[in-house]
């Protein structure tokens, strides 16, 4: 049973430039959340996904926006890149059946602003 | 808002010691708190969490933690320390039971020496 897996692995993008980062749950789980991590710090919450709708936001701005597919897997949309969005990426899942409230966390997406 | 606060920012143990990893919340509800983990290159895995009942709570690898109301405290402890216990420790908390919205504390990195 594969976990929580995100692609890519690492990215280097220049300052006003998009990216769309990718994450698929683990099997089972219907929820997704994102998290930024700067380098030093705990993750930060950005957004939660669940039934193709975000549901709750962290105190991100509108350049940060995401999706959820019917297949549960989800994207993170980052705008107009400004050098302090160079952070790790982590998807985290869960599935709202379990009363763990448990969240399974990817590896991450290492994103570098230049 | 709720906030979580690790004193230590980096903490050095010899294998085979006793471990505790301080965590100080600030949260005016009934606060729901977890420990993670996170090894380099590798998401955050999941320790132990409290949400009610006992306030000493068993988790993985060893790992248990005391949960301290009267003094905003959830310290995370090991009565002996694995050279393989070498990564950086996140508090954190959550709203309530069925939110997802985790706020994490900066971390802790532990470092153990032979």
């Known amino acids: 049973d594969a976990g929580v897996t995100q692609s890519p692995t690492h990215l280097i993008k220049t300052r006003g430039q998009q990216v769309t980062l990718r994450c698929s749950p683990k099997?089972?789980?219907?929820?997704v959340s994102w998290y930024q991590q700067a380098l030093g710090q705990g993750p930060q919450f950005i957004f939660q996904y669940y039934e193709e709708e975000e549901r709750q936001r962290g105190n991100f701005p509108d350049r940060f926006s995401g999706h959820q597919f019917p297949n549960y897997s989800s994207e993170l949309n980052v705008n107009a890149l400004l050098l302090g969005d160079s952070a790790l990426y982590l998807c985290a899942s869960s599935s709202r059946t379990e009363i763990t409230y448990e969240q399974y966390f990817g590896p991450g997406t290492r994103l570098t602003v230049t | 808002a709720q906030s979580v606060t690790q004193p230590d920012i980096h903490i050095t143990v010899s294998e085979g010691a006793s471990l505790e990893l301080r965590c100080n919340y600030s949260?005016?509800?009934?606060?729901?708190l977890f420990w993670y983990v996170q090894s380099p290159g590798q998401g955050l895995q999941l320790l132990l969490k409290?949400?009610?009942?006992?306030?000493l709570v068993q988790g993985i690898k060893g790992f248990e933690a005391e949960f301290k109301r009267s003094q905003s405290s959830f310290n995370l402890r090991k009565p002996s320390v694995h050279w393989s216990d070498a990564a950086e420790y996140f508090c954190a908390v959550a709203p309530r039971a069925g939110s997802y919205q985790l706020t994490f504390g900066k971390g802790t990195k532990l470092s153990v020496i032979p």
């Open positions: 099997s089972g789980h219907d929820t």
């Open positions: 949260y005016g509800a009934t606060p729901y």
């Open positions: 409290y949400f009610s009942g006992d306030t």
